[in-house]
């Protein structure tokens, strides 16, 4: 989301115009917003039921548990690194996407900026060292897609750090991410937030709640997102997207209940592509490229044209159904289908020099060095993307408590069927883009780039059925000892063609058939069985103390992240590749302060990945082996909740120290730590309400310093410098019913680079200082 600038200074008739825009919607707006949590009524009034487990909706920082019936027990009393990021929270902070509200965790975040001319797409998100975008759920299901998620129906971000497996199935090394919906309840409700800005900030969103007079037990819910609005910071990069959920439910105020939950998003951007690193700390100019030294460009510089696009269309449907056979005893099946499409081009650009033998054969370009506006970039890799992602699952779960003598037991199990297939087609292109001014481009500059689908591409599938079993053994009030043990029966396959012809690397042979033909070039599946488990064990000295130990085994099998395949030996997508296998040892202390109003969590982690590809180590063929081994380990220490009735806090500190302990470096700068991972990072927000209305706050982001990939680039940044980042907060309850908030982001203009491509010719400017007024209005 884009927020008021104060770089460039709008129009006056802009500025006008926005806040007429905001006058008016508040006059004719209906009762809105999810605002405050002190400064309005309580948001969702009576208890709702949500996979089986009945939870209050939640209010404030703290969350009690994850909504998932997998995990039996409260957030204090599980043995393993929880993080709920509550509504409350990130809507009052201004967030919109899924990435702005995991700012909240630390070390968490989008620090990868994609891989040499590529530019990643969607929430790409590195969690304690290795990427975790494809273990990103909806409702505990995957959501498939490298697409932005907004977070307009989300009710709360659950972020699971360690081995995930025994949760989900496949998943990241180091954790998942599940966004909770928002649901129909029996409370009447209806609120709404206008938010403007003078720098292309429109957003709007209403959340409508209303049960049924002559239905008893039957609610709709209904919420709407409307955005369109530029990216602080940078020139022609633009976010439009609206969206429409709804929550039907039956039963609620009975033992069987029912919801059907429709999801429908569009979204029409304009990527961006990022920026040279010319001029930054850590590089240094290849041949030709001396005049630019000590003259990087100006972060605002949008190198695509007016093609560019992210098209994205984004639909799901879910029936939940549950029953309560006793206090005891309940049942649940979830039923979700979900389709996710993305069309995409990019025009991006290397920012490479020349030889010494040849200054000028590099992608940037000059007449005379000493004239900086001569300079220009070539805009010589277009990327594209036409991907359909779909996915259907069935998940049923029985959760039974009972007693076996004196041990209590908390058993939840079930079985998953699922389908997941990803659909990508290939594109062809003719004609070419004119190069850019280094320094003054101009998004006009079309040339004659003319695309179309060329009948090529790859399919992958991957079905699943699972079977789990969780169980908390209690042994009178001081022990507990939970468990978990999963198998995933899988087969994925994969096919891809490619147009035959042609010179260079990813060059296809046409064999007998004419150049330009559809040649399949592979054809492969591959199936196995996956057994995962995690053990742990909690030792109460005290109702608020939980001391807690813990140990999991998660697995990744080939084209688990991707669904492609390869049936080619050395590689981790290999047919005959074993899976990765990681292994977390965490112990730690949780704590309920304050008569439960504040938790305090620390944590100290072992995390270890074996059978990665080792390309020091080969076997009798030549071929790579995967005798590669990575490891993270770190401490994690976190508050969240009321240090008093008026004052919030929600807080988090981690320092990693990762490395790859077997294979060869995989940072550019030849150390052998992990890569788009801070050694340190802290993320901090409070807030205090006044007696008389007024709440003010804010929060402080840290992250350390960052490597980056290896490649064959030369001269580019090895490393991102660490920054820290200050935001603020003021909001003012007018009444019971409207909320004005005032955002500021990046107080002290701090310049910094967000993330950073493999290849390190192209960053992610940070948000630069910004301003977001809402108006937050409920009934």
Excluded at 80 to 100: W, Y
Excluded at 497 to 509: P, Q
Aim: negative net charge; aromatic residues 8%.
């Amino acid at each position: 989301m884009s927020h008021i600038r104060n770089r460039k200074h709008a129009p006056a008739a802009q500025c006008s115009l926005a806040t007429a825009t905001l006058l008016t919607g508040l006059a004719l707006a209906a009762p809105v917003a999810a605002a405050d949590t002190a400064d309005l009524a309580d948001r969702s009034g009576n208890a709702t039921t949500l996979d089986g487990l009945e939870v209050k909706g939640v209010h404030g920082y703290k969350a009690e548990r994850v909504v998932s019936p997998k995990f039996t027990q409260t957030l204090q009393d599980t043995p393993q690194t929880i993080q709920v990021i509550t509504a409350d929270l990130f809507n009052q902070q201004g967030a919109t996407t899924l990435t702005e509200a995991l700012r909240n965790s630390p070390g968490v975040g989008t620090f990868y900026a994609g891989e040499n001319g590529n530019t990643s797409t969607g929430d790409t998100v590195y969690m304690r060292g290795f990427d975790s975008s494809s273990s990103i759920y909806a409702d505990g299901v995957r959501d498939l897609g490298s697409i932005s998620r907004d977070v307009f129906n989300t009710e709360q971000v659950e972020v699971t750090k360690g081995p995930a497996g025994t949760d989900n199935g496949r998943s990241s090394p180091t954790g998942s991410i599940n966004m909770v919906s928002k649901q129909a309840n029996l409370h009447d409700a209806v609120s709404a937030t206008l938010s403007a800005g003078n720098d292309g900030q429109k957003r709007a969103t209403a959340d409508w709640n209303r049960s049924f007079a002559g239905l008893p037990g039957a609610a709709l819910r209904l919420n709407a997102m409307w955005q369109d609005s530029d990216v602080a910071g940078r020139d022609r990069v633009d976010n439009q997207r609206h969206g429409l959920a709804s929550s039907l439910a039956f039963g609620l105020d009975s033992s069987t209940r029912y919801y059907l939950n429709l999801l429908y998003v569009e979204q029409d951007n304009i990527p961006d592509g990022f920026v040279p690193t010319l001029g930054l700390p850590g590089w240094e100019p290849q041949p030709g490229l001396e005049g630019l030294a000590g003259h990087p460009v100006d972060p605002e510089n949008f190198y695509g044209t007016r093609d560019d696009h992210d098209d994205v269309t984004a639909q799901m449907a879910t029936f939940r159904f549950e029953h309560d056979f006793s206090d005891s005893l309940k049942l649940s099946n979830t039923l979700r289908w979900g389709q996710t499409e993305q069309d995409y081009l990019l025009t991006a650009f290397m920012s490479t020099g020349g030889t010494v033998a040849d200054p000028r054969a590099g992608n940037i370009k000059w007449t005379d060095p000493a004239d900086l506006s001569g300079y220009t970039l070539a805009r010589s890799n277009s990327t594209f993307k036409d991907q359909r992602n779909r996915i259907l699952t069935d998940q049923l779960n029985l959760r039974a408590d009972f007693a076996t003598g004196a041990v209590q037991h908390n058993l939840s199990t079930g079985l998953e069927l699922t389908r997941e297939e990803q659909d990508s087609h290939g594109i062809a292109s003719t004609g070419s883009r004119p190069a850019a001014n280094l320094y003054d481009p101009d998004w006009n500059d079309r040339g004659d780039l003319a695309w179309a689908r060329s009948g090529a591409g790859s399919y992958g599938r991957t079905d699943t059925a699972a079977l789990y079993l969780f169980d908390t053994l209690k042994f009178g009030e001081r022990f507990l000892l939970t468990a978990g043990l999963r198998a995933d029966r899988y087969e994925t396959q994969y096919r891809n063609s490619a147009v035959c012809g042609g010179t260079g690397r990813g060059a296809v042979s046409c064999g007998s058939l004419p150049t330009g033909s559809i040649v399949q070039t592979v054809d492969t599946e591959d199936d196995d069985t996956l057994l995962t488990w995690k053990l742990g064990a909690v030792y109460k000295p005290a109702e608020a103390v939980s001391l807690y130990a813990g140990y999991a085994l998660s697995q990744l099998p080939p084209g688990g992240a991707n669904f492609q395949l390869s049936d080619a030996a050395g590689s981790a997508s290999s047919i005959n590749a074993d899976p990765q296998k990681t292994k977390t040892f965490e112990v730690g202390s949780k704590w309920s302060l304050l008569d439960d109003a504040l938790a305090l969590n620390l944590a100290l982690f072992r995390t270890e990945v074996t059978n990665e590809i080792n390309s020091l180590v080969t076997d009798d063929a030549g071929l790579p082996t995967q005798t590669g081994e990575k490891q993270v380990k770190g401490v994690e220490i976190s508050a969240v909740g009321n240090l008093t009735e008026n004052w919030s806090i929600s807080a988090g500190y981690t320092h990693q120290n990762t490395r790859v302990e077997e294979g060869a470096p995989v940072a550019r700068n030849g150390s052998y730590n992990l890569t788009y991972t801070p050694e340190d990072a802290f993320t901090g927000w409070t807030t205090y309400r006044l007696p008389f209305g007024l709440t003010l706050g804010g929060g402080v982001r840290y992250s350390g310093e960052m490597l980056r990939g290896t490649d064959g680039a030369a001269g580019t940044p090895a490393f991102v410098k660490s920054y820290t980042v200050w935001d603020a907060v003021a909001s003012y309850a007018v009444n019971d019913h409207l909320l004005l908030r005032l955002n500021g982001y990046n107080l002290f203009d701090k310049q910094y680079v967000a993330s950073i491509n493999k290849s390190g010719y192209r960053y992610t400017p940070g948000t630069p200082r910004t301003f977001l007024l809402s108006a937050e209005l409920r009934f």
